[in-house]
């Protein structure tokens, strides 16, 4: 299954080690960083990669400067703060490539760290341009990746040097991101529960018809719920509806019935009149769902099922919220399936940017047993696709 190298497979001692993280982290006005979980994700990595003595070049992006230097996007807040969570320093590179980057990666020793200026300050890095991926190349030695959350994206700083640069292996965070997610789709303890929730049907298709073939249960939720209850004939009020996904959805059901796979879906709701934090909440089910309210959260009844769903399973695979949990009266269901998995001796596994959200919200990140650093790549990967940023590492 992962047949790829790992940093532990090589000697670094010494060597020029380029390192693509995931430095991708939210900044205020006043550029501070308001969440580092990327930047401690990459920590087992970069502590190991120093303590065997490299010479460490760290490569990220940071947001979307478009292809062109803008200061509002350097990466000079994360090294300064790496620097605060390693204890030791870590120089700020001018630039990502050229003479003068190349002359402060000279003065390494090693042991020590440089963080290169944001890579997407140059257009070739998400053109993938080898012109791009060569003067990146020339930097080092060897290459590692541990940027899981841009592995689904074949850009220079993620595929095209990891063509030119051998060995190029894979980080800590990477594997164990690799790990989690490839032994539940290749080899889970069952009962297998997968629960989708999320906006739109449309995102999620391709996670839900690879599932399919997996799972024993999907439990569905969120605004792509009643997308499907429409398709079983339920009226649905006002709710989010994906009119040109109703047959795609029968079809998902028919599927699922073929399989054998449970397919539950909301069987009571949290509804409200107005898509707003301070609407008056009300509940209904399936067959008393008022023409003038939409579904906001799934209701307690669902909330008492999918419960029992969790807490009977042995590995569950999480993607999307149950309701819009950004709205306190509406955060009610993602919250109780967060505790579920909590309380639950499954392996739990959680993907989707707004489902980690969530859940960290609810203050429960600590008891779940992998959350994925990458809302994309897990989606990706969960859909069976392959990610570039790992197809290109060299195999073992
Ligand atoms: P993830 O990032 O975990 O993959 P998605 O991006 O697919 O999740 O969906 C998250 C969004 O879905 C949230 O912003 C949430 O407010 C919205 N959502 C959930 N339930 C509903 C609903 N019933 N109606 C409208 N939007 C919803
Ligand atoms: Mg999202």
């Not at 006005?29 to 994700?41: G, S, W």
């Not at 990502?96 to 257009?123: H, M, S, T, W």
């Not at 999480?318 to 306190?328: A, I, K, Q």
Request: include cysteine.
């Amino acid at each position: 299954m992962f047949n790829k190298m790992s940093i532990t497979d090589i000697d670094v001692s010494g060597q020029r080690v380029f390192c693509r993280v995931d430095f991708n982290v939210p900044l205020d006005e006043q550029r501070n960083i308001t969440d580092d979980t990327r930047i401690r994700a990459a920590l087992p990595t970069i502590r190991y990669l120093l303590e065997q003595g490299a010479r460490l070049i760290l490569a990220s992006h940071l947001g979307r400067p478009k292809g062109k230097v803008d200061p509002a996007y350097s990466l000079a807040p994360a090294a300064t703060h790496l620097q605060g969570l390693l204890g030791k320093p870590v120089r700020m590179a001018s630039d990502c490539i050229g003479d003068q980057v190349k002359a402060q990666i000279a003065q390494l020793a090693d042991g020590e760290v440089i963080l290169l200026e944001n890579v997407r300050f140059y257009p070739g890095e998400t053109d993938n341009d080898p012109q791009f991926a060569a003067e990146l190349a020339a930097l080092a030695d060897l290459y590692v990746n541990d940027a899981f959350g841009t592995a689904h994206r074949a850009h220079a700083s993620t595929e095209g040097v990891a063509r030119l640069l051998k060995p190029a292996v894979a980080g800590f965070l990477m594997e164990k991101e690799l790990k989690y997610l490839g032994e539940a789709l290749a080899n889970p303890e069952r009962p297998f529960v997968a629960i989708i929730g999320g906006a739109k049907v449309s995102d999620k298709i391709l996670v839900i018809e690879q599932l399919l073939e997996k799972v024993d249960s999907i439990l569905i939720g969120g605004g792509m719920a009643y997308t499907f209850l429409k398709a079983q004939g339920i009226a649905t009020g006002t709710s989010l509806l994906e009119a040109d996904r109703v047959e795609l959805a029968k079809k998902l059901l028919a599927q699922a019935e073929s399989r054998g796979v449970e397919f539950l879906l909301p069987q009571d709701h949290i509804v409200a009149a107005e898509f707003k934090a301070d609407s008056s909440a009300q509940t209904c089910g399936n067959t008393d769902f008022p023409a003038d309210r939409m579904a906001l959260d799934i209701g307690p009844q669902t909330i008492k099922l999918y419960r029992q769903k969790i807490a009977s399973a042995k590995t569950v695979v999480w993607n999307g919220p149950m309701g819009v949990f950004e709205f306190d009266a509406f955060a009610r269901g993602t919250f109780a399936i967060a505790e579920a998995l909590a309380a639950s001796d499954c392996l739990s596994i959680i993907g989707g940017g707004d489902s980690v959200a969530a859940v960290n919200k609810a203050g429960l990140d600590a008891e779940m047993t992998h959350i994925s650093t990458g809302g994309g790549a897990s989606l990706e990967f969960l859909e069976g696709k392959e990610l570039p940023g790992v197809v290109a590492l060299t195999d073992r």
